[in-house]
């Protein structure tokens, strides 16, 4: 590692931390600083969080009609693409997946929604039966994305057993305005403050690859920071045929690399899974997410794209010798 490096690696285990403009230098490492970057990530991580790995699973439990713009996403009502579009699935169906995914490994669960927020009424309602019974039937932890929610319907979900609430700032507040305009940025800062007052764990993090600059990467790391959110999911670009952001190419490999080296420093104890478009953006180098400070990723297939066989993922994990976190309500 170079001297500045060692430096900040030392600090961070010491207890303190990086600060927004050594993190805005280091995102320009290339070549053996980016390496040394990276083994710097991952000797914070080891000291924080340990070796183990945690694996995730979603389903994609309501599809398309979504009224927000988002710039990249396939579900968008603003965008024509080929994603499904299906009403919220049944009870029956979210807690067979549950099953399925705590086979596959997974010590946490996801049930995602698209739209700006989940009916209250039956919709909830549905929801909350299926939390109950995966945590009844299942020892897999429980997990809801159900869009901008307020007080009453987090503290419902609480209490039917969700123990985590995700929601994604997506991307730098500075930046937002680029990629949704069809609701404010304190919309997705308040529904994360909502979930943590209901007392569910949050899983906040954002996409990137947009079109934003290395500092609006780590901007928004600091906003997660501020927001003290306890694991961080990274997602970056599949550019899908139809959306605003359809054929564009914004990040590469290294720089998916060294934004999670930078998210491990400045987020030292959280846990960062890498989820949605590794396969597509690190193509070879998706072992690579380990030594870089992820401490997790999730498996099988996505929203509306599919992943890898949680197969391969097996092999990636007993090749480079880590353990898989299990399930452990």
């Known amino acids: 590692m170079t001297k500045q490096q060692t430096e900040i690696a030392d600090r961070i285990i010491g207890g303190g931390s990086i600060s927004e ?44 009609r979504c009224p927000e713009n988002c710039a990249f996403c396939a579900q968008s009502a603003h965008h024509k693409t080929a994603a499904p579009v299906y009403p919220l699935v049944d009870e029956e169906k979210i807690v067979a997946c549950a099953k399925a995914a705590e086979e596959e490994g997974s010590s946490c669960y996801g049930i995602i929604t698209s739209g700006t927020s989940i009916s209250k009424g039956e919709e909830l309602e549905r929801i909350c039966r299926a939390l109950r019974r995966i945590r009844s039937e299942t020892g897999i932890t429980p997990s809801c994305s159900l869009g901008i929610i307020d007080l009453e319907t987090a503290q419902a979900l609480k209490e039917a057993g969700a123990g985590t609430y995700h929601h994604n ?82 990040i590469t490999p290294m720089e998916c690399l060294i934004t999670i080296a930078l998210y491990r420093l400045i987020l030292p104890g959280k846990m ?31 929203l509306t794209t599919t992943g ?20 452990s309500h």
């Open 308 to 327: 890898r066989p949680p197969e391969a993922d097996w092999q990636m994990l007993k090749d480079l010798g880590l353990e898989i976190e299990r399930c």
């Open 272 to 302: 960062i899974t890498v989820c949605g478009g590794r396969e597509h953006n690190l193509r070879d180098l998706q072992s690579w997410i380990f030594l870089a400070g992820a401490s997790g990723t999730m498996i099988g297939n996505y």
């Open 169 to 250: 700032l997506e991307t730098a507040r500075s930046f937002f305005p680029q990629i949704c305009s069809t609701h404010e940025y304190n919309q997705d800062v308040e529904t994360v403050r909502v979930a943590k007052q209901a007392g569910m764990s949050v899983c906040c993090g954002g996409i990137f690859g947009l079109g934003e600059t290395a500092s609006q990467r780590i901007e928004m790391a600091f906003t997660l920071k501020e927001l003290d959110a306890e694991s961080i999911p990274l997602n970056f670009l599949n550019p899908i045929e139809g959306t605003r952001l359809a054929g564009t190419s914004n």
């Open 21 to 64: 403009a050594e993190a805005v230098t280091q995102s320009s490492a290339s070549g053996l600083d980016a390496y040394s970057l990276f083994l710097a990530a991952s000797r914070v991580k080891e000291h924080f969080v340990g070796n183990s790995v945690h694996l995730c699973s979603i389903i994609n439990a309501k599809s398309g």
